[in-house]
């Protein structure tokens, strides 16, 4: 196990391009003392964790045709685009299974991130029983309008990705010297603000912590790319993400689309194996 922090950035349906990145660390048997994950790169990371090659891939694409995984009727049933009880329960526990024992026995450990409503502030959440703890992967992957409010403990909380989508300074508080990053846009992106703020003052008008967070979203975002790039000259970073600007929306049904980014995913990846190994290990 390499002592270090793997911190896996969340974008939706841009996360096949992580599941291939995946698949190529399990195939190398990469394992890491940290992870981090935000929300679809929680779950994601929790794939990972459990060493289920392939699983991240096929739970994001197996489904899409299946209105309980993600569908307007979905939306307008129940306040969540992407069905939590399909996601969280019906998959793991039925459809393709979870591997929980993989999970408690791996040595490192698994923190998601989410956002306080109320305080506008991240959480970081230390996963110990998948089982149990489920719930966690969900607030981290609530996406703002497309999903409700997740409550745990008496707290509401929505996507983490509002507050710290690259939780690379997290990492670093944490001791870990050297991270590896895994983003899912390519070295041009840069976040513009959200058209969309009046809305969400409306329809979060009883959280303006959480409405201030997603107007300075942009802001806060670039700047961390910016800290990652000074990290990355340093050389206590290594960054893994598209060679190319990615083409499909953060909601993407084209499963070939999909495919082709998983692809890219994985055969970047190990095409840099060596060099990120030498990072690990200097």
């Given at each position: 196990m390499y002592s270090a922090g793997l911190i896996f950035e969340g974008g939706g349906m841009r996360g096949a391009y992580t599941t291939g990145v995946i698949d190529a660390f399990l195939d190398n048997d990469l394992e890491f003392s940290s992870c981090y994950g935000v929300s679809v790169?929680?779950?994601?990371?929790?794939?990972?964790?459990?060493?289920?090659?392939r699983r991240a891939y096929r739970v994001t694409t197996d489904y899409i045709g299946d209105k309980r995984y993600c569908s307007i009727l979905s939306l307008l049933r129940s306040g969540n685009l992407f069905g939590p009880e399909?996601?969280?329960?019906?998959?793991?526990?039925?459809?393709?299974?979870?591997?929980?024992?993989?999970?408690?026995?791996?040595?490192?450990?698994?923190?998601?991130?989410?956002?306080?409503?109320?305080?506008?502030?991240?959480?970081?959440?230390?996963l110990k029983n998948m089982r149990e703890?489920?719930?966690?992967?969900?607030?981290?992957?609530?996406?703002?309008?497309?999903?409700?409010?997740?409550?745990?403990?008496?707290?509401?909380?929505?996507?983490?990705?509002?507050?710290?989508?690259?939780?690379?300074?997290?990492s670093i508080a944490?001791?870990?010297?050297?991270?590896?990053?895994?983003?899912?846009?390519?070295?041009?992106?840069?976040?513009?603000?959200?058209?969309?703020?009046?809305?969400?003052?409306?329809?979060y008008r009883n959280y303006p912590n959480l409405v201030h967070q997603l107007a300075t979203r942009h802001a806060r975002y670039n700047q961390t790319l910016d800290f990652l790039a000074q990290e990355e000259s340093a050389g206590r970073a290594f960054v893994i993400r598209?060679?190319?600007?990615?083409?499909?929306?953060?909601?993407?049904?084209?499963?070939?689309?999909?495919?082709?980014?998983?692809?890219?995913?994985?055969?970047?990846?190990m095409g840099r194996m060596e060099d990120l190994i030498a990072f690990l290990e200097k």
């Open positions: 790169g929680a779950c994601n990371a929790a794939s990972f964790i459990a060493k289920q090659r399909m996601l969280y329960h019906i998959i793991p526990e039925q459809l393709d299974p979870y591997d929980y024992d993989a999970f408690a026995r791996y040595p490192g450990k698994l923190s998601v991130v989410a956002t306080n409503c109320e305080t506008g502030e991240a959480e970081y959440f230390h703890e489920v719930e966690m992967l969900q607030a981290s992957s609530s996406l703002p309008l497309l999903a409700k409010i997740v409550r745990i403990d008496g707290k509401e909380y929505l996507d983490g990705g509002v507050v710290d989508s690259i939780p690379i300074q997290r944490d001791g870990n010297s050297k991270n590896v990053v895994v983003l899912t846009q390519d070295i041009t992106y840069r976040k513009e603000p959200m058209k969309i703020v009046p809305l969400l003052k409306i329809f598209p060679k190319k600007p990615v083409n499909i929306g953060r909601v993407e049904t084209n499963k070939t689309k999909l495919a082709a980014l998983y692809d890219d995913g994985y055969r970047e990846t």
